[in-house]
């Protein structure tokens, strides 16, 4: 159980371009999704927490214009990165927690690689 | 601030143990989590610590002392497929997760 999709997988684009990821809680509901992103040898930085029904709150040096999140429903979260540049490719992985359990323990979904061309 | 320390790199040999530390100090402490990473995946779960003392799982171990604000992940009968980045994450106050930078542990022959 506890299973989190993203797609797409990998996704090479020009620059200036949109691009949109999906993260999808499969098996169970997740009133909190998570995105991160991760730069070579380096941890994950999360980027933005989101609610479903409610507006994404964006770590410090966020561009909430630039990262748009969207949390329609409660398996399903979507980052869009806008007028995407070559600095934004990274690994982006988002997470989805079950607020039932105590410890608030996240989910992986297997992440999204972008490159920016 | 809020500050997650944890070797950047280890080496250690098939067969063997190693262990990973992690030192943290964060707003408030709501547990304490250690997640494995391969190359270009996601991190999965590996343990999840709140109270004081050692927690077995298989060939993986994990400790937490929250007096000292101390953790390790203990890695027995160690395997090439155990070469991956291990990330320790606290969660504060908040209950957001704080992210260490990861140990890159390097399995040899």
């Known amino acids: 159980g506890a299973v989190v999709s993203q797609h797409p997988s990998w996704v090479i684009c020009k620059s200036g371009t949109s691009v949109k990821i999906e993260c999808r809680s499969l098996?169970?509901?997740?009133?909190?999704m998570f995105w991160y992103r991760q730069f070579p040898k380096q941890s994950l930085m999360l980027m933005a927490t989101s609610n479903e029904g409610s507006k994404a709150t964006y770590e410090q040096g966020v561009e909430k214009d630039k990262f748009l999140i969207n949390h329609a429903s409660l398996t399903l979260s979507t980052l869009t990165v806008t007028s995407a540049h070559p600095e934004d490719s990274s690994f982006y992985i988002c997470?989805?927690?079950?607020?039932?359990?105590?410890?608030?323990?996240?989910?992986f979904g297997p992440g999204t690689r972008l490159t920016v061309l | 601030g809020q500050n997650i320390d944890q070797p950047t790199e280890m080496t250690a040999t098939e067969g063997a143990i190693v262990q990973i530390n992690c030192t943290y100090q964060?707003?408030?402490?709501?547990?304490l989590f250690w997640y494995q990473q391969h190359a270009g995946e996601a991190p999965t779960f590996l343990s999840y610590n709140v109270l004081d003392g050692l927690e077995e799982k298989g060939r993986f171990s994990s400790f937490l002392s929250r007096s000292k604000g101390y953790s390790y992940l203990l890695l027995k009968e160690l395997q090439m497929k155990d070469s991956a980045s291990y990330l320790c994450?606290?969660?504060?106050?908040?209950?957001?997760?704080?992210w260490g930078a990861g140990t890159k542990l390097i399995i040899k022959p």
């Open positions: 098996d169970f509901q997740a009133t909190t």
């Open positions: 964060t707003s408030g402490f709501n547990g």
């Open positions: 994450a606290v969660l504060d106050s908040n209950y957001q997760l704080i």
């Open positions: 997470s989805a927690s079950l607020l039932a359990l105590s410890y608030n323990e996240q989910f």
